[in-house]
């Protein structure tokens, strides 16, 4: 079993759409191994994305980031990375089909709704950085 991460982002909380996403999640047969609401700090955010920290556009990333709390939630499936990303749609939700979730509740590249692990090793690496052992269960 695979176990990915995603977060709820600022936009998706602001929407009341949380419950609707999860739901999508869960009738895909994933199961919530933790789950926990937060305010993301900046070096938190700068640590999650410094494969762009240092790019113009960051701190446009970080101040929609760390707007508002948001959940964080690690999930566990069958080749879970591969299907959350298609459940979700491309990352620009302009590009997104309808019936995906950016698709349906997205803006932008920036507000869609959901960040999620890109791979089962960057899932493993993001778990670990934003829940304690103890807070995963599975």
Not at 22 to 51: D, N, W
Not at 55 to 71: G, H
Not at 102 to 116: E, I, L, P, Q, S
């Amino acid at each position: 079993m695979e176990k990915t991460f995603i977060i709820f982002k600022p936009d998706a909380m602001e929407k009341r759409i949380v419950g609707r996403v999860l739901s999508r999640f869960e009738t895909a047969g994933f199961t919530v191994i933790g789950c926990k609401m937060g305010r993301l700090s900046p070096q938190l955010l700068r640590e999650h994305y410094a494969h762009v920290a240092n790019k113009p556009f960051y701190p446009e990333i970080e101040a929609f980031m760390s707007s508002r709390d948001v959940i964080m939630m690690g999930l566990q499936g069958e080749n879970i990375v591969q299907r959350v990303r298609d459940l979700l749609g491309p990352t620009d939700s302009r590009k997104a089909a309808k019936g995906t979730i950016r698709g349906d509740f997205g803006t932008d590249m920036m507000k869609n709704v959901v960040h999620a692990s890109d791979s089962v090793e960057n899932g493993q690496a993001e778990l670990a950085r934003f829940f304690k052992p103890d807070e995963l269960s599975a």
